[in-house]
């Protein structure tokens, strides 16, 4: 059981709750103050406050179960960490034993330095900042769960066949057209989407789309201008109307049983399928990163909208 005074929601600084002797391990707990925000800046924060508390010589582990997040239910608020339905915790120590600690520090709730929208080449494939971030999956600290992997891979099977040359397209739409959140990455005009994927599919000589988007009107866009070639998980998507839907898209939630753990799981599955694509064209996003970050090593060819960002009109 966790002491219930651990938990701090006034103090979102960076401060020790629990301190003994240097000779004792340090937990760092990673937690976010930001509640309406998607599973992929989770990640990407997260990622963030590991390598940090690795270059302090710190014990990483994740809290989103004490701190809220749209991916638990309020009734599930301190009971289940949502980052385990997803991702295992970095060193596979859990939140009973690291706030069992002698020495525990509370992380910031915001970002630590990562080159999240900061700069647009960290979407560059070979990207030497982005390789560094790779490290991380390749050490095994920003490991997907073994369940779901094992419901994402049976899923690429059902998709795709051995020999299809698989073209990944990511783009956002809803929330990221409508209401153009400064300092974020701008996404393409449909049409213009849709030519530069056919163009690319010719050049790269795929037979197929994998398309990753909430965003139902560009589904449908994409079935009528690339038919069958173009596939999608079965998910839920959104139909975002400006005039009516005034919520980021994370508070937005769908009537179903178990929502809040099947959006993440959903996005999760989209994210890995786009990251296991042979090339990739993409518009910016916390998804898209967290898909390169994700990717192996063998994406043959990538290609990134960059249209600036809104409220910043220059491509870094």
């Known amino acids: 059981m966790i002491d219930p005074k651990l938990i701090d929601m006034e103090n979102w600084n960076e401060h020790y709750i629990k301190k003994s002797t240097s000779s004792k391990l340090t937990y760092y707990i990673i937690r976010r103050y930001s509640v309406n925000v998607g599973l992929f800046s989770n990640f990407t924060l997260f990622a963030g ?104 891979l049976a899923i690429k099977k059902e998709l795709f066949s051995p020999n299809d040359r698989v073209l990944g397209v990511f783009l956002r739409g809803t929330d990221y057209v ?37 965003d139902r009107s560009l589904v449908e866009i994409f079935k009528n201008v690339f038919g069958d070639a173009c596939v999608t998980i079965n998910r839920e998507y959104v139909d975002y109307d400006p005039q ?33 694509c042979n090339s990739l064209v993409f518009s910016g996003c916390n998804g898209a990163l967290g898909a390169l970050i994700l990717a192996s090593d063998n994406v043959e060819n990538s290609y990134f909208f960059n249209l600036g960002r809104y409220g910043i009109y220059d491509k870094l």
């Open 178 to 214: 409508a209401k153009k959140p400064k300092n974020h990455p701008i996404p393409p005009p449909p049409e213009y989407a849709t030519n530069t994927v056919l163009s690319r599919m010719k050049e790269w000589n795929c037979n197929k789309i994998f398309l990753a988007t909430e």
């Open 49 to 152: 406050h590991i390598r940090y508390a690795l270059s302090n010589g710190w014990i990483p582990v994740v809290d989103m179960q004490n701190y809220r997040n749209n991916y638990l239910p309020l009734k599930k608020l301190g009971e289940e960490n949502a980052w385990e339905y997803y991702f295992e915790q970095p060193f596979r120590i859990g939140l009973e034993e690291a706030y069992s600690g002698d020495n525990i520090i509370l992380s910031t709730g915001h970002f630590v330095p990562f080159p999240q929208f900061n700069r647009m080449d960290i979407y560059e494939l070979h990207n030497k900042t982005l390789m560094e971030w790779k490290m991380l999956v390749k050490l095994g600290l920003l490991k997907v769960k073994p369940e779901r992997m094992e419901e994402i």
């Open 244 to 276: 009516k839907d005034v919520l980021w898209l994370p508070r937005l939630s769908i009537e179903r049983e178990d929502d809040n753990f099947l959006q993440g799981k959903e996005y999760l599955t989209e994210v890995m399928l786009f990251s296991m």
